[in-house]
């Protein structure tokens, strides 16, 4: 079974950084492709970006010019670096991984990041 886990969440100030980290364990697996989601309670789950195991790499509009994803998908490692956040920004943000193109989609647990000042 798949298990993710990410960290790097907490407090920051308008305008600052964080960067998340996300891992799978549990198994060796070939993952399709990684992505990051985040969730204000009482909303649907907004996309923020995705990974794919080909290298690319897609953002949500909004996020575009902000955030960065990096790492190695088929390492099941990735990054979600967060720069010039804002107060909209606040919400638990989740990993993602799928092991082939439609599959279903396996969650972490969260990490919560507040942007306030």
């Known amino acids: 079974q798949v298990q993710l886990v990410e960290s790097g969440g907490g407090l920051v100030q308008p305008g600052g950084s964080l960067r998340l980290s996300c891992a799978a364990s549990?198994?060796?697996?070939?993952?399709?492709?990684m992505g990051w989601y985040r969730q204000v309670p009482g909303k649907q789950r907004e996309w923020v970006g995705t990974?794919?195991?080909?290298?690319?790499?897609d953002y949500a509009d909004s996020v575009k010019g902000r955030f960065t994803i990096s790492g190695d998908v088929a390492k099941s490692t990735v990054y979600l670096q967060m720069n010039n956040l804002k107060p909209e920004d606040t919400a638990v943000y989740y990993c993602?991984?799928?092991?082939?193109?439609?599959?279903?989609?396996?969650w972490g647990q969260g990490t919560q990041v507040t942007v306030s000042s």
């Open positions: 993602n991984v799928r092991r082939v193109s439609g599959g279903a989609r396996y």
């Open positions: 549990g198994g060796i697996f070939v993952f399709y492709s």
């Open positions: 990974i794919a195991s080909g290298g690319s790499i």
